[in-house]
């Protein structure tokens, strides 16, 4: 059986010395990138396989609903992966699915709606609703580690925090 090493929410998904740099953390064997939009575009899925192929890790690229499928029938086989998206809803889907994970980091996320998104640390804006979800993430799922990093050199914001300036 697989598993979730770390999971990323990132809006540049594989990028540079970042996925260099985390894909050498231990145990992983492998990039899972799900995305509606990457993994229907043949010219961006491979793009998406060629660029994790240079951090020395099998990079698969699947929809949210290919990668629920994978787990329920496969459990990812025998990969250990580090599991990045764009959004929080979709790691909140997959988590809700029953796809299990400890450890999620936040590392990118651009402003949406001016009214709505608060920057909560250098590189990621959120609204109330994302919150809530790393909230519920957090206490009803069992997704321990939830912290706000851009780059692995650069200093982490605790979801308690973060949830400080949504008054939760």
């Known amino acids: 059986m697989g ?4 999971a990323r929410v990132d809006e540049r998904l594989i990028h540079g010395q970042v996925m260099m740099t985390l894909s050498q953390k231990s ?5 899972f990138v799900v995305d509606e939009v990457v993994a229907q575009d043949k010219f961006m899925r491979d793009l998406y396989k060629n660029a994790g192929s240079r951090t020395g ?4 690229v699947v929809t949210p609903e290919k990668a629920e499928f994978y787990w329920d029938e496969y459990q990812f086989k025998d990969y250990n992966c580090i599991l990045i998206s764009k959004t929080i809803s979709v790691i909140y889907d997959l988590v809700k699915h029953g796809i299990p994970m400890k450890e999620l980091n936040i590392g990118g996320i651009a402003q949406k709606n001016a009214e709505k998104d ?3 640390t250098k590189s990621v804006y959120l609204n109330k609703e994302d919150a809530q979800r790393l909230k519920e993430l957090n206490e009803a799922y069992g997704v321990e580690n939830i912290y706000f990093q851009a780059t692995p050199s650069a200093p982490k914001s605790t979801l308690k925090d973060v949830l400080k300036q949504f008054d939760l």
């Open 118 to 120: 608060l920057l909560v």
């Open 3 to 6: 598993l979730v090493n770390l």
């Open 57 to 60: 890790q099998k990079t698969i």
């Open 27 to 31: 145990g992983v064997n492998s990039i």
